[in-house]
């Protein structure tokens, strides 16, 4: 079963997904030789092969990379760039975020922050200050 949920402060519609895994677990599959694997453990074990194969990150080489035909910034913009920012303008960045959309590396929605930041001010401040 397969219900839409309702949005909140957000785009993406969440989804509620019922199963009833007794039923919807394969009982057979073929691994890569083309052999049927029968045991739960070995077909849980080639599930697991098959999403860190398809979810992890393998290097390509970059090749060859373009000549210095890029544009250059002139001297204003590079002042710009380089100058520090104020806690006004983090708060500004941090507040125009959506509260609830994906949490950061953290594991903390940008809300949290948001509703702390009077405690958090400077933390966070000398944080991106750092980062940045």
């Known amino acids: 079963m397969v219900a ?18 007794s039923s919807s677990l394969p009982r057979a599959i073929r691994n890569d030789d083309g052999n049927w694997l029968f045991d739960p453990a070995d077909i849980e074990d080639m599930a697991n092969v098959f999403f860190q194969k398809l979810y992890s990150e ?3 080489p970059l090749g060859r ?21 104020s806690n006004i303008e983090i708060k500004e960045a941090l507040f125009d975020m959506a509260p609830l959309k994906a949490p950061g590396s953290d594991g903390f929605h940008a809300l949290f922050f948001q ?3 009077d405690t958090l001010e400077k933390v966070v401040c000398d944080w991106v200050r ?3």
């Open 4 to 21: 839409h949920l309702p949005r909140i402060k957000s785009d993406h519609r969440p989804l509620l997904l019922v199963l009833n895994l």
């Open 58 to 60: 393998i290097p390509s």
């Open 65 to 85: 990379l373009l000549s210095n035909n890029f544009p250059q910034l002139d001297p204003v913009d590079i002042s710009f760039l380089g100058r520090p920012m």
């Open 115 to 117: 509703k702390y930041w």
């Open 130 to 132: 750092k980062v940045f």
